[in-house]
């Protein structure tokens, strides 16, 4: 189809993730930040407070594609459009383990469904358009996302929730739970800003990071991480 070109693709077993692009251009209000008609072509409310562009901004709407070929994918829930071929679907929980009220606790804190949808056999899944942008990665590992990140993934990987023991990750924006990915295969983000705005930073054991929760999209599973806040106190906080 001629009114959307593909420009990411990345294979795991039995299951291809592709990214489509539209050709046509949407534009924001005159007014409106470009993060706002990001954040309404979501399906989400605009923010209150955001950086505004003198004149409207065009936006191109992005979908991400599963072709299974025998696999199963995993889809954050409200996030399909439509779906053809022979395919079994069935909504399964992300947690296995934990009573209805650690589920519900569970999920108001990461910002993420407690549910995802199943999709296994052999035909296509697609998204709904959204200006977003939808990034590709393979794991081989374990990963934590940043709220409502996740997007979708192969059905070999699992979604969890991890629990952060600090007390002091409280007082952080990332709170005491984040959702965790970890298994083998592919998976897609979904992220505010292209990858190539996407800075990644190597750890080698021995050298120590400082960032703001909320700037951080995905990060290793296996890092030591504290939650706290930067400065302590009244006094600190308003000389910073």
Not at 118 to 124: A, K, T, V
Request: include cysteine; aromatic fraction near 6%.
């Amino acid at each position: 189809m001629d009114y959307r070109f593909k420009t990411d693709e990345l294979a795991g077993a039995s299951v291809t993730f592709e990214v489509h692009q539209f050709r046509r251009e949407s534009h924001a209000p005159l007014g409106m930040s470009m993060w706002d008609a990001m954040q309404v072509g979501s399906g989400q409310s605009a923010a209150t407070v955001r950086i505004h562009h003198a004149a409207a901004v065009p936006l191109k709407s992005r979908q991400l594609c599963m072709r299974l070929n025998g696999g199963a994918v995993l889809l954050e829930p409200g996030a399909l459009q439509y779906a053809r071929g022979a395919l079994q679907v069935e909504v399964t929980k992300n947690d296995k383990g934990g009573n209805f009220l650690t589920r519900a606790v569970t999920q108001a804190a990461t910002g993420e469904s407690g549910f995802s949808t199943r999709y296994s056999g052999r035909g296509e899944v697609w998204t709904e358009p959204s200006f977003k942008y939808p990034i590709l990665g393979a794991l081989d590992g374990g990963v934590l996302l940043d709220d409502k990140a996740f997007y979708a993934c192969e059905a070999t990987l699992s979604l969890s929730t991890h629990t952060h023991r600090s007390v002091q990750g409280v007082l952080s924006g990332a709170g005491l739970m984040q959702p965790k990915l970890e298994g083998r295969g592919v998976y897609c983000i979904e992220s505010p800003v292209p990858a190539e705005e996407i800075e990644k930073i190597e750890m080698d054991g021995t050298d120590e990071l400082i960032v703001d929760g909320d700037l951080m999209l995905m990060y290793s599973a296996s890092l030591r991480v504290e939650l706290r806040p930067l400065v302590r106190g009244l006094r600190n906080a308003a000389r910073s």
